[in-house]
């Protein structure tokens, strides 16, 4: 399943988790612009896509945990990386090398040792989960 992570339980949930963790992030406004793309024959933003296609993984991939993050209610999780500032799209996410969204981060030992920015199939997200974990 997929954990719901705010700023709150980021430390607890991401960073001190003893397994690898990806961490998906994404916003509400997500694909409110006319920026849709087809996805199977119906235009649907790139954020909704991605929900269903990490609960699947996150179902058979049990040695990975997984979250995920609204960029808008809970805007401050990376000011502990870094910044004084509050964080928000355009300078906090910046912090973990966010420059779109949906954006996936693989965390291992507290650590952010991969990243992917866009909606994938679901093989292309296994292919690059199996890929960086098994770099460390």
Not at 40 to 67: A, H, N, Q, W
Not at 96 to 105: A, E, H, N, V
Not at 106 to 124: H, M, W, Y
Request: with cysteine; charged share 25%.
């Amino acid at each position: 399943p997929i954990q719901k992570i705010t700023d709150e339980n980021f430390e607890q949930k991401v960073l001190k988790n003893s397994k690898p963790f990806c961490l998906k992030f994404e916003a509400t406004w997500c694909g409110a612009f006319p920026l849709h793309f087809k996805w199977r024959g119906r235009k649907k933003s790139p954020c909704k896509v991605m929900t269903p296609v990490v609960l699947k993984i996150s179902e058979s991939m049990t040695d990975v945990d997984f979250g995920a993050l609204d960029l808008d209610s809970d805007p401050n999780t990376p000011t502990r990386f870094g910044r004084e500032r509050p964080f928000h799209f355009e300078t906090g996410a910046r912090l973990f090398g966010i420059r779109g969204i949906p954006t996936l981060l693989l965390f291992v030992n507290s650590e952010v040792v991969a990243t992917r920015t866009g909606a994938s199939k679901e093989s292309d997200v296994v292919e690059w989960l199996t890929s960086n974990l098994s770099k460390k």
